[in-house]
C-alpha cells in the first residue's frame, strides 16, 4: 500500500528552473530517506540525490551539484527537486523512491519507487 507519486515533469528551457514533487503514501515519511533518481532514453538508472531521514542531510550526484536541492516536509509527506539552471543533459524521467537506509546511492536499498515525471529540456 505503499505509494510514491510524483509530479511536476514539465518542458523546460535550458537555463531555466523546475521543481518535482513526490508525494508519498502507507509510510511513516519522516522515518525514510527519500531519494531522486533519473533515466534517459538508452541510458541506465541514474542516482541524482537523496535527502536522510536523519538531520535531514542530502547527497548529490557530481553533475548536479550546485544546481539542484532536495528538500522535504515531512508533514505533507512530499519531498521536493528543485532544478535550477538545467541543461539537455538533464533530460530524463526522474524518480523519487524511499529508503530506510539514512543514506544510499544504491538502487537495491530503496524500497518503494515512484511511477516517474518526464523532463525535457529544450536547447
Known amino acids: 500500500q505503499v505509494q510514491l507519486v510524483e509530479s511536476g515533469g514539465d518542458l523546460v528551457q535550458a537555463g531555466g528552473s523546475l521543481r518535482l514533487s513526490c508525494a508519498a503514501s502507507?509510510?511513516?515519511?519522516?522515518?525514510?530517506?527519500m531519494g531522486w533518481f533519473r533515466r534517459a532514453p538508452g541510458k541506465q538508472r541514474e542516482f541524482v540525490g537523496y535527502?536522510?531521514?536523519?538531520?535531514?542531510?542530502?547527497d548529490y550526484e557530481a553533475s548536479v551539484l550546485g544546481r539542484f536541492t532536495i528538500s522535504r516536509d515531512n508533514a505533507k509527506n512530499t519531498v521536493f527537486l528543485q532544478m535550477n539552471s538545467v541543461k539537455p543533459d538533464d533530460t530524463a524521467v526522474y524518480y523519487c523512491?524511499?529508503?530506510?537506509?539514512?543514506?544510499?546511492?544504491?538502487?537495491?536499498?530503496?524500497?518503494?519507487w515512484g511511477q516517474g515525471t518526464q523532463v525535457t529540456v529544450s536547447s
Open positions: 523512491a524511499a529508503s530506510k537506509f539514512a543514506g544510499s546511492r544504491l538502487t537495491w536499498e530503496y524500497d518503494t
Open positions: 535527502i536522510s531521514y536523519r538531520d535531514g542531510n542530502t
Open positions: 502507507g509510510l511513516t515519511f519522516s522515518r525514510y530517506t
